[in-house]
Each structure stands twice: as C-alpha cells, then as structure tokens.
C-alpha cells in the first residue's frame, strides 16, 4: 500500500529565503507525482506534475523534482513571499487503471514580511 | 482549462437526512472522483467513476453512494448521514492528455 509522508509538517520562514519542501513514498512503481497548495479553507490548486520518466519540472519560482529510485521529491521554492503562505500537498498515482492520488499530510508553510 | 464546480459549498445537516453534493466539470473528462479531507488523515478517496455508468469504490466508501448518468456529472450521496461523515469532500477531474488532476473548490459538510 502507497503511503506518503511530508517532512517538515510545518515551516516558518522568513521573506526573500529559499527554501525546500520534501516528500517521500513507500512504493517506488509510480505513474506521477502531483505537488499542490491548498490555501486555508480553499481547495486544491495544482503547481506541478512530474512524470515518473521526468527528474524535475519548473514553473516560475518552483521547482520539482523526482528521484523514483529512492522514493522522493522535493519542492524548491525560490525567493520566497507572503503570498506563498499556504499547505503544500504532494499526491502520487501508482501504477494500474485508476487514477487515485495518494496524498501526504502536508506542509504549512509560513512566509513571515 | 479544466473547471470543477461544486454544490453545495456548505451544509449543516442533521443526522439521518439524506443529502447530495453535486458535482460537474466544463470538459469531456471520462475519470471523476469524490475524496474527503480530514485533520490528521489527509485526503483520502471514497469513489470514483472511470466512465458514464462505470463507478467503483475507493478506499473510505463507506456511507457513501455516487451515480454517472452523464459524462459532466458526479453527484455523492449520503442517504443517511452520520456525524462522521463531518468533513471537506473535494471532487476531482483527470484530463488524461496532460495527466492532471484538477479539484473542485470543496464542500464543507457538518452532520449534528
């Protein structure tokens, strides 16, 4: 059974650092990994998506990347800013015909003027 | 792009009275599914529907029912309601070109 875990569960930062956000799976055979961020009370807003033949993906000020072998991605956000304060959910799809997310808990991020 | 609409977005019911979410997309997606969100647990899938009148469980399908009539629509149903099935239940869309997921803005379902 997939399970995924995201360390740290919460991080204070202060504005204008970088920063990285991890995120480990138990079951190496997936098809992709999903990397959101829910603002409180909010739904889920999707940032990136990695293939599992795909190492990294970037978008903006974020970067993903995935490491299969060893069952990980990280979340590397750059420059970071208020308006970034928000939980950052990792989610996989395992191999097989459904299309089920399997998500971590998340880390709440805090960005600090 | 891909949208997901959900309705309610809140709703206090009591115990017993069934209740349906509503659920549509603005697109042809085949795949839909319902998951609910809870402190501590995470989202967690109920069901979901791989096609019109093709749906099957997920992993907390208890309590719950879902109908695919047509493509566009995905209602849950709760046809008795308990307090713990107090929760924020998120409806998803696939797009199977591009392999993202996208998700509906939620409902927030209180049981008394």
């Known amino acids: 059974k997939q399970e995924v875990t995201q360390i740290p569960a919460a991080l204070s930062v202060p504005e204008g650092e970088n920063l990285v956000l991890n995120c480990s799976f138990t079951?190496?055979?997936?098809?992709?990994l999903q990397w959101f961020r829910q603002d409180p009370g909010k739904g889920l807003t999707s940032l990136l998506l990695?293939?599992?033949?795909?190492r990294e993906q970037t978008s903006g000020r974020l970067n993903a990347s995935l490491d299969k072998s060893s069952g990980r991605s990280t979340l590397y956000i750059a420059a970071s800013q208020p308006g970034d304060s928000a939980t950052y959910l990792c989610?996989?799809?395992?191999?097989?015909?459904?299309?089920?997310?399997?998500f971590g808990k998340g880390t709440l991020l805090t960005v600090n003027p | 792009e891909a949208q997901v609409t959900q309705n309610p977005r809140y709703l206090i019911t009591v115990t017993g009275k069934k209740l349906t979410v509503t659920c549509s997309q603005n697109?042809?997606?085949?795949?839909m599914s319902w998951y609910r969100q809870d402190p501590g647990l995470g989202l967690r899938q109920i069901y979901y529907?791989?096609?019109?009148?093709?749906?099957d469980k997920g992993d907390v399908p208890e309590g719950y029912k879902v109908s695919r009539k047509e493509k566009r629509n995905f209602p849950l149903i709760l046809e008795s309601p308990s307090p713990n099935q107090t929760s924020l239940y998120f409806c998803?869309?696939?797009?199977?070109?591009?392999?993202?997921?996208?998700f509906g803005p939620g409902t927030r379902l209180t049981v008394t």
């Open positions: 989610a996989v799809r395992s191999g097989g015909s459904n299309y089920k997310l399997t």
């Open positions: 079951d190496s055979a997936i098809y992709n």
């Open positions: 990695i293939q599992s033949s795909q």
């Open positions: 697109m042809n997606h085949e795949y």
């Open positions: 529907s791989m096609n019109v009148e093709v749906t």
């Open positions: 998803a869309i696939t797009d199977r070109g591009s392999n993202e997921q996208y």
